[in-house]
């Protein structure tokens, strides 16, 4: 039965754009790190008891207890919704994604092998396996989308940084093609088809995702590119779940191109700024949200149109020397939240009206706190041990110490015991009512959920838990 937050916390206490490549090492750390994303995905929280945030635009600062007590053991185990899936030796690594409503898990046995099924999350019946898909290289991420599978292992044994993307069939798991990329390559997986972007030579290519054979290639031009993604709408925590066929390109002057992802034919040139090459920049609904300025000068967060060649571009908010952007999300119609972050750890949020660009609150943040997630309204920010949840106004709702926390719906959390055995919970954003769900054993790599089911890799086991009781 649900219980009322205060009896288990007390006091006051999400954009990858396109397949995060780079070494093992730098996958299993985002794998750690992740909270929702893509994260997703961020990718991506936070929370405390309701208090008054005080007046429009104004600094208002958030109490908090130093030590929230943490929740105890459920009374029982969380209940399964199939037979466990054995696997064979120790495992190295694992990933579980869910797409299409199949669950998809590859893992690394500690000869190097690596082996990838498709269950069905409801039942656990096992679609396909398919084993050996590589060995000797080190698993990196999985994902999937409605045409493919992909799964990335690292191959850079003594040599220049690079991975192998192996393309598989939803279908059966048959081995469709292969591409070796470098480890600053952009994938952007669409529907229609996948799109690399080369940071060594600017060249993009978008590639037919049945045969791997190139749809259309592009070269690098005059004015170099400098980002490459995807555009993706408003509160679609998807991981690459990206919305129309545009594929938007950022060169280093400042001028976002906007092309048909089908063709690579180029539809327009927008003025964008002059966006920072290793800073923050998305594309939701329409628009381009790209980060400015340099840890000398501060940075601005501008918003460019990219509908029409004319499209207005605006700076929304901006810091000075000392300040650098934590991230941000849309958090409402047209409004926009974003993380401040200070040196000693210091964080604030903010809520900004679009149409207006007027900072309508500002709160203190989780000490340091870094990356934003939004749903329903409400904001979820991560920090030191903690995960926090804002609401509307600004008023941290709940805190939720040493746990991972992701969005189960738009008005629930999901709170998953952070690398340990422990409880699996579920929070309730508007009556903050906390459900024991029961507990889980230690989980190797990151875990998938549909609202109903929890899909993990146990040292021993793939494991298929029931969400809804």
Not at 22 to 46: D, F, I, K, P, Y
Not at 100 to 119: F, K, L
Not at 183 to 201: F, I, N
Not at 309 to 319: D, I
């Amino acid at each position: 039965m649900p219980v009322d937050l205060e009896e288990i916390f007390t006091g006051l206490s999400r954009h990858a754009d396109g397949i995060p490549l780079g070494t093992a090492e730098r996958a299993r750390q985002r794998g750690r790190q992740r909270s929702n994303h893509q994260a997703a995905m961020l990718s991506a929280a936070v929370a405390v008891i309701l208090v008054v945030a005080g007046v429009a635009g104004a600094l208002a600062r958030a109490q908090r207890v130093d030590h929230p007590v943490t929740p105890g053991p459920s009374p029982h185990a969380l209940p399964e919704a199939a037979p466990p899936i054995p696997v064979r030796g120790a495992l190295r690594d694992a990933r579980t994604v869910i797409a299409g409503g199949r669950a998809y898990t590859a893992w690394q046995d500690d000869d190097g092998t690596i082996e990838v099924n498709a269950t069905d999350p409801r039942t656990g019946a096992v679609v396909w396996t398919q084993k050996g898909v590589d060995h000797g290289a080190t698993l990196v991420n999985l994902a999937a989308v409605s045409p493919a599978v992909l799964l990335t292992a690292n191959t850079d044994e003594g040599g220049p940084a690079q991975q192998l993307v192996t393309v598989l069939r939803p279908s059966d798991g048959a081995t469709l093609w292969r591409v070796t990329v470098a480890d600053d390559d952009v994938l952007v997986p669409h529907r229609r088809m996948l799109v690399r972007w080369s940071a060594a030579t600017g060249r993009t290519d978008a590639y037919d995702w049945a045969t791997g054979a190139k749809r259309w290639s592009r070269p690098g031009g005059s004015d170099p590119l400098v980002r490459t993604m995807g555009v993706r709408a408003a509160g679609d925590v998807t991981p690459y779940s990206f919305t129309g066929d545009w594929l938007v390109q950022v060169t280093r002057s400042g001028n976002a191109q906007v092309r048909d992802i089908g063709t690579g034919d180029l539809l327009r040139t927008v003025p964008a700024g002059t966006p920072r090459a290793e800073g923050t920049i998305t594309a939701i609904d329409g628009r381009l949200f790209s980060e400015e300025g340099d840890a000398s000068s501060g940075y601005r967060l501008r918003i460019t149109d990219l509908s029409t060649s004319a499209g207005t571009s605006a700076v929304v908010f901006s810091e000075d020397a000392g300040h650098a952007l934590g991230g941000f999300d849309l958090c409402g119609a047209d409004r926009l939240c974003l993380l401040d972050q200070e040196a000693g750890g210091r964080t604030t949020l903010a809520a900004v009206d679009l149409a207006t660009r007027r900072t309508l609150w500002r709160v203190d943040g989780p000490e340091n706190g870094s990356g934003v997630s939004s749903l329903g309204g409400n904001i979820l920010v991560s920090g030191d041990g903690t995960t926090v949840l804002y609401d509307t106004a600004g008023r941290s709702a709940f805190n939720i110490p040493d746990a991972q926390v992701e969005w189960l719906t738009d008005d629930k959390l999901l709170v998953l015991p952070m690398y340990a055995p422990g409880t699996v919970m579920t929070v309730a954003t508007a009556d903050r009512g906390v459900t024991r769900l029961g507990d889980v054993p230690l989980r190797v790599g990151a875990c998938a959920h549909t609202p109903d089911r929890l899909v993990c890799q146990t040292a021993t086991a793939l494991r298929f838990w029931s969400l809804s009781g």
